[in-house]
């Protein structure tokens, strides 16, 4: 990109594997590895399968699937049919609940 600084344009990384670094690390960047696969049930085990579990996203329209898999998954945060939103009022309600709040 043209200007001063280091920039990376949106990427799809693709032809990836579950050992890759880009795909065991975040690299905070506009950049997504798209792993293609068969069956829900393989999906838990490849992404628990890295130290780093911050957040995941899932994209679906069966409901019912996406709580099963986000139950699965050991993530900080699950997202389902969005991404990085979140609610401003939850940091009192979670205050509340470890009775740190008002």
């Known amino acids: 990109m043209d200007g001063k600084g280091y920039f990376v344009e949106p990427t799809v990384l693709v032809n990836t594997k579950d050992n890759m670094r880009v795909v065991q690390e975040e690299i905070f960047g506009p950049v997504v590895t798209a792993i293609p696969f068969d069956d829900p049930e393989e999906l838990m085990p490849r992404a628990n399968g890295t130290v780093y579990g911050l957040a995941a996203g899932i994209w679906t ?42």
């Not at 019912?64 to 309600?93: E, Q």
Request: with cysteine.
């Open 61 to 102: 329209k069966d409901i019912s699937k996406a709580h099963r898999v986000a139950s699965a998954l050991r993530a900080g945060t699950v997202w389902i049919n969005c991404y990085n939103i979140f609610d401003a009022a939850f940091a009192f309600w979670w205050l509340q609940a470890v009775g740190m709040g008002p």
